[in-house]
């Protein structure tokens, strides 16, 4: 059973499930293979940079994009759980300014493919996190811009119990009316 790529309401946003062999000793499955991600996903891309984090329950990183040098992100969790985020920034689009959400977890073993043109983040719901992801391009801060995790304009239903917590960065962050988007 191969991998599975699942279009999200905005269709250039993947959900990617892969095959996972497992037995009384635990499981096995790879977690990218660029033949089989480009026969599922149409998508020729190259991987320049692989990120790792940890973050503690209710830490919300985002909404992260680069204005130039901008990023493709395949992005999964290894330990705990997650609501991963992704918006449309690219005005050209019939999705600009939409969201979609995805949980992703240790146990569903589920990625997402976020092409570029998208701000991206996510809210840990589990005790603590890993979230691993890979990018297209490799990261420049002077072109990272930050979109307001909360603007109403563009109505992401975080699963929050309270105020989550934000780097400064993020607390900062541009409404998308004053944000820079791409064409």
């Known amino acids: 059973m191969p991998l599975i790529a ?4 905005i269709p250039d946003v993947l959900v990617l499930e892969p095959t996972v062999f497992g037995d009384a000793r635990g499981f096995f499955f790879e977690s990218f293979n660029a033949r089989e991600f480009k026969e599922v996903t149409g998508l020729d891309v190259n991987f320049l940079q692989d990120n790792h984090s940890r973050s503690a329950k209710g830490v919300l990183r985002g909404m992260h994009y680069q204005i130039q040098h901008a990023q493709g992100k395949l992005v999964r969790v290894v330990q705990g759980d ?16 939409r969201w979609v959400g995805q949980v992703l977890s240790a146990d569903n073993r589920k990625q997402i493919w976020i ?8 809210l840990v719901l589990s005790e603590a996190a890993e979230f691993l ?29 309270g105020a989550p917590t934000l780097a400064p960065k993020d607390s900062a962050a541009t409404p998308l009316a004053q944000a820079e988007t791409f064409a």
């Open 133 to 161: 992801y890979k990018t297209t391009n490799y990261w420049y801060p002077a072109h990272e811009r930050c979109l307001l995790w909360n603007d109403p304009q563009i109505g992401i239903a975080w699963p929050l119990d």
């Open 6 to 9: 699942t279009p999200t309401a």
């Open 115 to 122: 092409p570029p043109g998208f701000a991206h983040g996510f």
């Open 82 to 97: 997650v609501f991963d985020v992704a918006v449309d920034l690219r005005r050209s689009s019939p999705t600009f300014g």
